[in-house]
């Protein structure tokens, strides 16, 4: 279990935070808009209602014990600047920046934060990977051109073998894992059954997997 303190509670900041909580973490949340902060009260370890571009007004957090701060502010580009500047000067290490615009992207890379997000940009990328290829389900860039996709298993796949599924991509594309209900299978041979409503997390580059897609529909 973590720490994390998502600092403006916008639509973006609220869905972070009640995501981590479900993942079992505690949050501290910051909005300077008292109704906005109201609203999720009971769910936060704390809340503080402040302008956070105010470096007094940060030192009432325990900034020290949060593994990670996000600023979750958006439109408000000289708002969000301000705040992660006040929190580099406060000593904080891991602090990861909600950017709408190029610009506001630029200047916040100036400022050495840990990971710059933009939300609708990275949300159309999915979008159109998934009505592309709607078998996919998820994916994970792990940098270097590779991938990791999730795929479901579709009834006209059931007991086919993995090296049948793989095809001409065996070699390029490797099956990394299978879950089928509460198992999951690693270290999976040429051989090994696929079921329908299995979960098989594929890895390759974009090409070889662009290849594979046709099959797995
Ligand atoms: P959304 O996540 O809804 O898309 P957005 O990108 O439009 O949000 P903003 O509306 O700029 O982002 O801000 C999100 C939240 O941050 C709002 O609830 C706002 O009250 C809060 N906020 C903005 N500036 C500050 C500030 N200086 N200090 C604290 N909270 C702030």
Redesign the pocket.
């Known amino acids: 279990m973590a720490h994390f303190t998502v ?9 972070a935070s009640m995501e981590l909580i479900y993942l079992g973490h505690t949050v501290t949340g ?4 008292a109704k ?2 109201e609203k999720n009260v009971e769910d936060f370890t704390q809340l503080l209602i ?4 105010d470096e007094n007004a940060l030192k009432e957090l325990d900034l020290a014990n949060s593994d990670a701060v996000l600023v ?5 580009m000289e ?2 600047l ?2 992660t500047l006040a929190l580099k000067k406060l000593g904080v290490k891991e602090i990861w920046v ?1 950017a ?1 615009s190029r610009a506001h992207h630029t200047i916040v890379s100036k400022l050495g934060v840990s990971r710059i997000i933009h ?1 609708e940009e990275e949300m159309g990328v999915r979008v159109a990977q998934a009505l592309n290829y709607p078998m996919v389900n998820d994916y994970l860039s792990i940098g270097h051109g590779l991938y990791v996709v999730e795929i479901h298993i579709k009834q006209p796949l059931d007991g086919c073998h993995l090296g049948e599924l793989l095809g001409p991509s065996k070699g390029k594309v490797d099956a990394v894992m299978v879950k089928r209900e509460q198992e999951t299978f690693l270290q999976l041979d040429q051989d090994f059954e696929i079921k329908a409503s299995d979960i098989l997390l594929l890895s390759g580059t974009r090409d070889a997997l662009k290849c594979l897609a046709p099959r797995l529909s």
Request: proline share 3%; with cysteine; aromatic share 4%.
């Open positions: 600092i403006g509670l916008g639509r973006f900041g609220i869905a910051v909005d300077r808009d906005v902060a402040c302008d956070s571009t979750a502010i958006g439109e408000d708002s969000s301000l705040c909600k709408n939300p």
